[in-house]
């Protein structure tokens, strides 16, 4: 069966291809708007932000890691290399939601509503995205912002094809640092990649944030995550 039938939902987006003028003229255009990664103000509003919540949240994170290491064997972070700023690998910090014996190091197999992985403690961290916390400590690093592109693992499946297959112009998201939240996240673009449709839609949020991002953005997707996730508990 020939290649183009069998990828029937490729996104067609346009690539900007160096050297035309297409490209040329919308670099001018943008010249005058730091990207996200180069502006020192989300830096600082970064540090100060994540370093504040770090000290804010200290005895509910104490809490967490003495619920998890009582509840299931195993070590109270997990851990595990990401796509970040410029598609350079970094280490990211998550609560262990899963059983040890059953996390998918490579993280290729994504969580789905009622994994029989999950622990007990685990469903509520979830469901409340407090299992996101330790990554403030990526956004102090540096490896990491509060709003970006969330870090995938390298060979994450879209649609049961290597994202990069499936979107041509996927590793563009890469010129912003990642992100504990996103555009994508509070655009209802968050769980499963199986549909393609929405696994193509995720990355054009992504991409949209890094052409038209400002602080006021920053912090509107950050109030929008808070009331989103948890305050209402949509994960899984």
Known sequence: MPLRKQRRFISVRPVECP??????SRRSRRAARSEPSASIGKRIFDIAVAGSALLFFAPLLIAIAIAIKATSPGPVLFC??????R???FKIYKFRSMRTDACDARGVRQAVR???????IGKLLRKTS????PQLINVVKGDMSLVGPRPHV?????????????VPYYFQRHTAR???TGLAQVSGCRGST??????????DYDLDYIEKWSLRMDVMIIVRTIRKEFLSGNGF
């Not at 407090?130 to 916390?133: F, G, K, P, R, T």
């Open 19 to 24: 050297g035309s003028r297409v490209y040329r």
């Open 80 to 85: 595990q290399y990401r796509y970040g700023y």
């Open 87 to 89: 598609s350079r690998f």
């Open 114 to 120: 009622g994994d029989a992985r999950v622990t007990p």
């Open 130 to 133: 407090l299992d996101e916390i």
């Open 154 to 166: 390298p060979g994450m499946l879209a649609a049961d094809l290597p994202y990069e297959d499936l």
């Open 178 to 180: 990642p992100g504990i």
């Open 194 to 203: 199986i549909e393609p449709n929405r696994a193509i839609s995720r990355i």
